[in-house]
């Protein structure tokens, strides 16, 4: 049973993540949802730590946990990190997979990225065959850092996400969290 006063609380591997859902958010949550963003110092940190704040965590709250799937297979590692939840007594828990990295969800908004970095080389990316699915893309962050010109990973955390069309979005693995957190939305706005 959803209690009106619970909060959307995000685990999350690492602090531009922290950035990209603390600007995200607010546009896709209606504004008396509250939410809490978590980050941690990377996948082994998020994995150890969260159990233990899964369990000590005391107010009514509905958990999002986002982890990169970087070279791990998708399936298994959703499953593991579903393991924990429930090994904490959290089976609730909504467990969401970036593919392969959360910058791969700028590939799937061109038009954000560009009006964040203005140099960015838009043509270049619409044009090739390897961009044309972002969640493939096996090194997103390293692909953004050596082609656009003052790409840096807090940066655009902070500032592509201003600019996104999340009904256009070509990233999979960004459209299935979004969805889930809209989902998360309404049960909350509407317990019972």
Not at 118 to 126: E, N, T
Not at 149 to 155: C, P, S
Request: overall charge negative; some cysteine; aromatic content about 6%.
């Amino acid at each position: 049973m959803t209690l009106a006063n619970e909060m959307l609380v995000f685990m999350l591997e690492e602090p531009s993540a922290k950035e990209f859902l603390d600007h995200l958010l607010p546009e896709l949550l209606p504004p008396d949802i509250l939410f809490q963003t978590i980050p941690h110092r990377g996948k082994h940190d998020l994995q150890k730590s969260l159990p233990r704040k899964l369990r000590a965590w005391q107010t009514p709250a509905r958990f999002v946990v986002l982890h990169d799937q970087d070279s791990n297979d998708c399936e298994q590692l959703k499953e593991e990190l579903q393991a924990i939840c429930r090994e904490a007594g959290r089976e609730d828990t909504v467990v969401r997979i970036a593919c392969r990295e959360l910058e791969a969800w700028y590939f799937g908004d061109l038009a954000a990225l560009q009006t964040a970095f203005p140099k960015a080389p838009i043509k270049d990316f619409q044009g090739k065959v390897r961009y044309r699915d972002p969640d493939a893309i096996q090194k997103p962050s390293a692909e953004l850092e050596s082609r656009v010109q003052g790409f840096q990973k807090g940066k655009a955390a902070r500032t592509i996400p201003e600019h996104m069309d999340m009904e256009k979005n070509r990233s999979h693995s960004f459209n299935v969290l979004i969805r889930a957190v809209e989902r998360l939305g309404e049960e909350i706005a509407s317990p019972g």
